[in-house]
């Protein structure tokens, strides 16, 4: 899904511009904030209630637990589209400062109690062991959602922007209308054969409550302040001198281009952050603490050779990439500035998911609050003054204060431990592969194509990076478990599948 979602971004970026691109990525942060009051925290709040009645050995509560989730969902996916409907003008014209976004916030407005009702159906495929379903869904989706983008933008011109994003985000809006009753159908099929009444566990409704509304609130003002974050970029690179059509195409390139190829490798350890949810919830109900400090231990450990080596290719591939994906220079320089990041970024990742599992949510969302207002803060100071220069400094250093405060309260609760060696044999296997890289390149431009010396530079880098780590000990290899671990642990996931 990762790999279509790649070529449909590059397909768009070609198809409305940078300048587009920008615009669309504003009303995407309008779309995620909406989203985020039509979800109000019951998407993690189904995955914590199922897995607890799983690991009480109550299959018969999960019914009760979906049907009460779906109400909620109902509630709040309803009272976010009116409210996104009826402000659209005012968000608009006030908050974003262009007229051409309010159809297309309409059209989201259509889409958000769809996309309330779909997290309910995603956190019970999750937890109850079927994520087969929920992945079958969103593959589904995307495609739905790109052949309907690509029939609306024929319609359309290129240089009529507000036209061309707001056929992508009613293209996005029925593709998630299609999700929906995915999710139901599947979901019905799945209740007769997999979960027989039975009965619940006691304060269903309160301990709903207990977990879906402090996340919810918390889950307000950060993503509130990660858009006002976002809104703001675009009148800094105003202020700094760049003109309207300029700041859209410099915050495009960001955030449209490097940032998809930055993320993609990203996309295993999403993956596995969610896995890790119900297996850590699981372990914890049953108190085997040694169980999730081992799997932890294991898990940060492989994450941390993967990020390192994720980086090293990225950095050293990175004009190639801008060049053979989006035809851009621009691009390619800014996807070799944020490689730096990547480590941080996919490890903040997998901590967030340990802790999330270990119910330390509200944690993850103090410090998520805490680092929006200060990208805020910086944001509104230095890009004025030190332009796109000034972003690339906010985002290393927010994600790096982000990243040391999740890490100290996982170290906290689960006692890890961190191997310095595994660390230092990393991040020597990544410098040796980024070298060897340089002097191959030498070769590569004896090779015309810039699809094939892209596809031949990252093989070389991966291969090149793995022989590194089996030279210096390090490997993915399979691991017997220890005694007394479930299989059904985190660890097992990592190592043996």
Not at 13 to 39: D, E, N, P
Not at 365 to 393: E, H, Q, R
């Amino acid at each position: 899904m990762r790999c279509i979602a790649l070529l449909y971004q590059v397909w768009l970026a070609g198809r409305i511009g940078s300048a587009g691109i920008g615009l669309f990525q504003l009303i995407a942060s309008v779309q995620f904030l909406s989203a985020t009051f039509a979800i109000s925290g019951i998407r993690f709040a189904s995955t914590r209630l199922i897995s607890e009645e799983m690991g009480q050995h109550r299959p018969g509560g999960v019914r009760r637990v979906v049907r009460l989730c779906l109400c909620y969902s109902v509630l709040f996916g309803i009272a976010a589209a009116l409210l996104l409907w009826i402000g659209a003008e005012r968000i608009g014209f006030l908050w974003i400062g262009d007229a051409r976004t309010v159809l297309s916030l309409r059209i989201v407005a259509l889409s958000l109690p769809f996309i309330s009702l779909s997290s309910v159906f995603s956190g019970y495929f999750t937890s109850s062991g079927r994520v087969w379903k929920s992945a079958a869904v969103q593959v589904v989706e995307q495609i739905v959602r790109i052949a309907l983008v690509v029939l609306f933008l024929g319609r359309v011109t290129s240089l009529d922007i507000e036209s061309s994003c707001a056929a992508v985000v009613l293209g996005g809006s029925a593709a998630e209308l299609f999700s929906f009753l995915l999710n139901l159908t599947l979901y019905l099929f799945d209740l007769r054969r997999h979960m027989p009444h039975g009965t619940a566990g006691q304060r269903l409704p309160s301990r709903m409550i207990r977990v879906a509304v402090p996340l919810a609130l918390s889950a307000y003002v950060r993503t509130a302040l990660s858009t006002l974050q976002h809104l703001l970029i675009p009148r800094g690179l105003k202020a700094s001198g760049l003109s309207a059509d300029a700041s859209l195409a410099g915050y495009g390139v960001i955030h449209g281009m490097a940032f998809p190829i930055i993320s993609f490798p990203s996309c295993i350890l999403v993956s596995l952050s969610e896995l890790l949810v119900p297996a850590l919830t699981e372990s914890q109900v049953a108190g085997d603490q040694l169980g999730i400090t081992r799997s932890v231990n294991s898990l940060i450990e492989k994450c941390l050779v993967f990020s390192v080596g994720a980086a090293a290719l990225l950095y050293a591939n990175a004009e190639v990439l801008g060049s053979a994906v989006y035809h851009s220079a621009e691009a390619g320089r800014y996807i070799r500035i944020l490689a730096w990041l990547v480590p941080i970024m996919y490890m903040d990742t997998v901590t967030d998911g340990c802790l999330r599992g270990l119910g330390e949510q509200l944690w993850c969302m103090g410090v998520n609050i805490i680092d929006s207002a200060v990208s805020v803060l910086l944001v509104f100071l230095l890009l004025p003054k030190y332009a796109l220069t000034g972003y690339i400094i906010i985002l290393i250093a927010t994600e790096l204060f982000n990243f040391i405060l999740s890490m100290y309260r996982l170290r906290k609760i689960s006692r890890l431990k961190v191997s310095l060696k595994a660390v230092f044999l990393a991040a020597l296997c990544a410098l040796g592969t980024v070298q060897f890289q340089s002097l191959a390149m030498r070769f590569f431009p004896l090779v015309r194509s810039e699809g094939l010396l892209c596809t031949l530079s990252v093989c070389l880098s991966v291969l090149l990076y793995v022989l590194l780590l089996r030279l210096c000990g390090l490997r993915f290899g399979k691991k017997k478990p220890d005694a007394g671990i479930d299989p059904r642990h985190p660890e097992s996931f990592c190592c043996n599948r």
